[in-house]
């Protein structure tokens, strides 16, 4: 599918965005299950697997006959926007590099241009993050560039070029346990680096080459201190050539995951085409002169998206001033509340960060997008329990439960302007999607809803607005849409209502919709200015003397001794009554009261 000057055709893209969904969709369990770093919380795989099909959604809305640029760059677009998790974001900017990487007039063969472009993605994936590792996908990334540069060099045609980048990037990977103490420790190839070779197994299938398989492979891991055999999975056990779960585009995956690695493999770490060695390792350490996290590194996964015309912004980014400068800000900006910080694009930005305030890093991010651009689809997990119903363990005495096990039957997404109950809210085990400047559009409630990874999924909208949203993303739930098959929408008007239901949720072990319908249904809510003419009669109406909880909201702005006010005439009125006080985060002098 190249011309007589090796160009890439449109319809090669095409394919290739095909066959990329369809290996890393049989590859996901085992890459998950190799998901030690930066947290053990077993996603890797679901996460590239997700970005890579928002991208070929994306492509497969053009029409026929565009260019190749144009459809290679739809494909990063929609990765960008779609992106999940750390190397998702990653693989994101990988393939924005590769789509706008600037070719050149004195290079007149494919083969060259397509080592620009693999330079030009391994560039943008390191710029991308915030504190790069080695051993990790931008190694992997690395490696395949260099490889594919001196390919071109010696005069390889294009698909030799691929096959090197291929190659360069499958060794770098096989290096990676002796390049990241915690992969050597849980005894497994990195699991982003993994993906990231299977993309471009992918490129080199539909060009004709042959895909990755096992003959030669064991002899050469031996001859970099390696033993051959198997590569024991997140659990420990031993991976099995014949498992099925392992047969990935004619033996792919069998290849890796039939390797294991030893201490004594060789430690080089090949140079970013973006970076010297000597600034690499540099980049690779923390800046207060420790060593880089490997363990769960904030408690909140928190993303969201940048863009113009979004909220607070007043008018247009210049991507030739604006971009660059906005994209290291956010950077900066983010990884002083925050680790494992990528920040990706070029006029839209999706960002990514690990962090134990979520409040703090929008926050962070509204402040440096001031009057440039605003933010939406904030979406905000919790580590500790994404690792403690997923996870992994560290070290070959860990069990890691079968994949299928590891798909939840039910979830829960809540939707909340109220800044300051995020956290708890995501405690619970919801995903949390903030929707502080406007209501939700319903793709992105269908991408928290992606990301509880659960086939079912009921949604807490907080809000009229974002369950007429909510019903509408009901009807987007297709096939492709990770796990999940179907999403209920609860009667959740206010943000006490979704507290409500999920603190009935926590108190018992099945039937978690039940018991949050049951609670919505006692709950009664009202907002009220905070003057005392006017909250007192507010308070005698909502009360009931059986009533056995009021929950008060009180805004920013809001005097502490009203709430004190209140609370003496909630418990005058009902004995025994339990007061609940919660942080909204929200800058306004308004009451929310809800009793139940």
Known sequence: MTDGKEHIEPALVRAWVTETVRTLGEARARIDSANVFPVADADTGTNMLLTVTEGARAVSALPDGEPTDTVLVAFARGALLGARGNSG????????????????????????????RFEAAARASYAAVAAPVPGTILTAASGGASAARAAADAGADLTGVVVAARDGSHRAMLRSPSELEVLSRAGVLDAGAYGLVLVLDALCRVLGADGLDGAGLEAEAAARGGSPGALPGAGGHAADPADPVMSVAGGTMDAMATLTTDASVDREVEPSPAVGPGDLAQAAAPADGGTA???????????????????????????ETDGPDLADALRSALQEVGDSVVVVGDGVWQAHVHTDDPGRAVAAARQVAAGRAGLRQVCVRHLATQVAARGVHEGPSGTAPHPDQQVPAHGVVTITSAPGLVPDLARSGA?????????????????????TSARLVTVLPGSDAAAAAARAAALLVEPGAGDLQAVEVLDAPTDLHVVAALAAAQLVEEGQAEAMRAALAEVRAVQVAADGSLVRPALEELLRPDDEVLTIMPGRRVDPLVIDVVVAIARQRVLGIEVVVLDSGRDHAVLELGAE
């Open 89 to 116: 974001v990653i693989l994101s900017e990988f393939l924005r590099g590769f789509a706008g990487a600037v070719t050149f007039a004195d290079q007149p063969v494919g083969s060259l241009r397509v080592a620009t």
């Open 293 to 319: 996290s490997v363990g769960l590194d904030g408690e909140f996964e928190v993303m969201f998206v940048v863009e113009a015309g979004v909220g607070d912004a007043l008018r247009t980014v210049s991507l």
């Open 431 to 451: 995903v949390v999607l903030l929707a502080a400047d406007r209501a939700p559009e319903p793709e992105e409630v269908l991408r928290v809803a992606v990301d």
